[in-house]
């Protein structure tokens, strides 16, 4: 995992915890997991023309 080893991981979870703290820790990657999975189904998605819902709200708005 990008050249990454076991003793790189525990330092970088030691140095997670002395920041964020045990308690905040899994709301921050609980977040984070949410986060991808959202934009993950954002890439899934149709894109969304915006000139055609300018212009339906534009009609909208005229009648």
Avoid: C, H, W, Y
Avoid at 2 to 26: Q, S, W
Avoid at 32 to 39: L, Q, T
């Amino acid at each position: 995992m990008f050249g990454i080893g076991t003793t790189e991981l525990l330092i970088l979870a030691a140095i997670l915890m002395l920041l964020f703290g045990a308690t905040r820790l899994p709301s921050l990657m609980r977040n984070m997991g949410r986060s991808v999975n959202e934009f993950k189904q954002g890439l899934r998605d149709e894109p969304v023309d915006l000139k055609s819902l300018e212009d339906k709200e534009e009609a909208n708005q005229a009648n």
